[in-house]
């Protein structure tokens, strides 16, 4: 197959919601015209971008592989196998098609024949083999993607991927993969100053934390880029940016928060849309703990906190009361009965249940922007007789306290940014996992069925049903789906708003502003 829709990449990651953290900026400065020398015809601009997060380092396989930033360069300069478009569609990159054996258990991919580096440099088999081990040997958070997987070259043009069990997610997961020429040693801070890659850019200039500078890459194997230079800046406080949109110095901010949004519908000049992400608003419980061991107890929890009010006042545009516990752009989604917000039957099946209402429950939350929603969920709580405590948490010690199960209720925006449900349920929900003190052997049987099989519509339907489980037993609570929100100045032509907050500017020209 050379393109389908496969949706999974093992990394869990936050999509902000709202611009606390950081928004990206994509602004036409300038046009200019004449040939730019690459075939691509002619420059029609500098553009300058500021995205979610500053980017720390241009190392894709490093500690810093699967942050936003470095994401955000890399799928710039580097190429991939396999690469999720805008709306999480899987196409080929590097490999023109890629093909499971009988078990998945093995994957081969043919490559495209004829890629080069930026420095001119043929690519083939050999680079692909050694980037893999490089990622492997580096054990960077994207390397956690593939335990026991082995990567193996058939030819110049063909490498076949292996793992250790039947693993239907591979190419999704291949998404943070990213091919550098064969030789790049594991801290070589020479080359990722100036990095060869075959991406539809090159690096001109970079300072870590504040800016990249992307130029063209003429020997790109695609559609060269039209624009003269991308240059992407770190932008941390959410009024600059806001103020820099308005008044043209930039051309395109995404993550805005709801709360900005309908200023900017108003201005003239800009356009401003939505997209449906792969993130979720997920509230795990801890099972293991007395208190929350009966599922009955877990789903009168839920039933009494008023989801879809809290959603409206605060996520207006960017939220959705969600109705499964991956979202609708995610394969494996099948919608679930909503849990209907009924306090007085909440508090009758508490009481029933024999819950301890003296005893207050653990809510731990890491980043300040989920506050108010957090407030609002303690509230309502509160009004059934659940004491909760809000804990909000420095992100290193918020993960680490995850996984050492130290909650009782865990609320995290988590995203499925390669759109398969096996990154997300595969991965987190099987007694293996031990992520929220959950055991459930039918669901652990549903789980490896799904991820044993390529068929599509068997993957969902497996999935469908392990959703209905996690679902029926409250294993966490599931509010809301979240879409992100995206502005920019309408004389800008090609901008495409992407579902994983990772928007690729080869394709941007300005528009004659």
């Known amino acids: 197959m050379t393109r389908t829709r496969e949706h999974g990449r093992s990394r869990l990651i936050r999509l902000a919601s709202t611009a606390t953290a950081g928004a990206a900026l994509l602004a036409a400065c300038s046009t200019t015209t004449g040939g730019d020398g690459n075939g691509g015809g002619s420059a029609s601009g500098d553009v300058t971008v500021a995205g979610t997060y500053p980017i720390e380092s241009l190392d894709p396989h490093g500690a810093q592989g699967a942050s936003t930033g470095t994401q955000l360069a890399a799928q710039e300069i580097f190429g991939r196998l396999v690469k999720p478009d805008a709306d999480g569609t899987l196409e080929g990159d590097l490999a023109a098609s890629w093909k499971p054996n009988k ?256 005893k207050k429950l653990r809510l731990q939350f890491a980043n300040d922007e989920f506050k108010p929603f957090i407030q609002a969920v303690v509230s309502d709580l509160q009004k059934v007789g659940v004491q909760v405590e809000p804990l909000e948490k420095e992100q290193a010690v918020f993960t680490e306290d995850l996984l050492a199960l130290r909650w009782d209720i865990n609320f995290q925006q988590l995203a499925t940014p390669s759109y398969d449900a096996a990154s997300n349920l595969g991965r987190l929900y099987t007694c293996a996992a031990k992520r929220m003190g959950y055991c459930n052997k039918k669901l652990d049987g549903l789980l490896a069925s799904a991820g044993a099989t390529a068929d599509k519509a068997k993957r969902t339907d497996l999935y469908g049903r392990a959703g209905d489980i996690i679902w029926r037993d409250a294993v966490g609570m599931y509010p809301m789906s979240v879409s992100i929100a995206y502005a920019w100045n309408s004389d800008l032509k090609g901008f495409v708003p992407d579902a994983s907050g990772l928007p690729d500017f080869a394709g941007v020209r300005t528009g004659g502003s």
């Open 103 to 358: 078990d998945v258990t093995a994957w081969t991919f043919t490559l495209r024949s004829g890629v080069t580096f930026s420095d001119g440099s043929a690519l083939d088999a050999d680079d692909v083999v050694a980037s893999f081990q490089r990622m492997i040997s580096l054990n960077g958070p994207n390397a956690g993607n593939f335990p026991g997987d082995t990567m193996t070259k058939v030819s110049a043009t063909e490498v076949v991927l292996h793992s250790p069990t039947p693993d239907a997610s591979v190419p999704g997961k291949l998404g943070t993969f990213y091919v550098l020429p064969s030789g790049v040693g594991k801290d070589d801070t020479a080359f990722f100053n100036h990095p060869v890659g075959s991406g539809p850019f090159t690096v001109d200039a970079f300072t870590p934390s504040g800016s990249l500078v992307l130029v063209p890459n003429k020997k790109y194997r695609g559609t060269k880029p039209t624009l003269g230079k991308v240059t992407i800046r770190n932008i941390p406080e959410l009024a600059a940016r806001m103020t820099a949109l308005r008044t043209g110095e930039v051309d395109v901010v995404w993550g805005i928060p709801d709360d900005q949004l309908a200023s900017l519908k108003g201005q003239k000049g800009l356009t401003v849309q939505t997209v449906p992400s792969s993130a979720e608003f997920t509230m795990w419980f801890n099972s293991s703990v007395p208190a929350l061991k009966d599922a009955k107890v877990r789903r009168a929890i839920w039933q009494a906190v008023d989801f879809r009010t809290i959603i409206g006042k605060l996520y207006p545009d960017t939220g959705k009361a969600a109705d499964a516990p991956v979202t609708s752009v995610v394969l494996g989604h099948v919608p679930q009965p909503a849990v209907a917000y009924d306090p007085a039957a909440a508090k009758a099946a508490l009481t029933a249940a024999g819950f301890d209402f003296s």
